[in-house]
């Protein structure tokens, strides 16, 4: 069982930046695509960004328009989401996922909720 604990989200303002991390407990972490999907009220979960195992392979939704980066450090069993520029429209919960595809992951973080104010 891979159990993921994402950092305490908060409250930013619009413009803001933020950092969230996600630890791994799973052994085989290095070898597995990492991602970071949101939920926003009263919508779906949708993708954000994901990570090959070796960190060579990323992909973005399109509504970052470059604002966030995702990252990972094998060595900590730790992936990172960066968030810059900060809009309202990206408050919502955060997730963490391992062994993840564009439309989902396997295992997903408890969530944590990330509110940017205008």
């Known amino acids: 069982q891979v159990q993921l604990v994402e950092s305490r989200g908060g409250l930013v303002q619009a413009g803001g930046s933020l950092r969230l991390s996600c630890a791994a407990s799973e052994g085989t972490f290095s070898r597995d695509t990492m991602g970071w999907f949101r939920q926003a009220p009263g919508k779906e979960r949708e993708f954000v960004a994901d990570?090959?195992?070796?960190?060579?392979?990323?992909s973005y939704a399109d509504f970052m328009k470059g604002r966030f980066t995702i990252s990972r450090d094998n060595a900590k069993n730790t992936v990172y989401l960066q968030m810059n520029t900060m809009k309202p429209e990206d408050t919502a919960i955060y997730y963490c996922g391992a062994i993840c595809t564009g439309t989902g992951c396997d295992y997903w973080g408890q969530g944590t909720q990330v509110t940017v104010s205008s």
């Open positions: 990570i090959s195992w070796n960190g060579v392979v990323i």
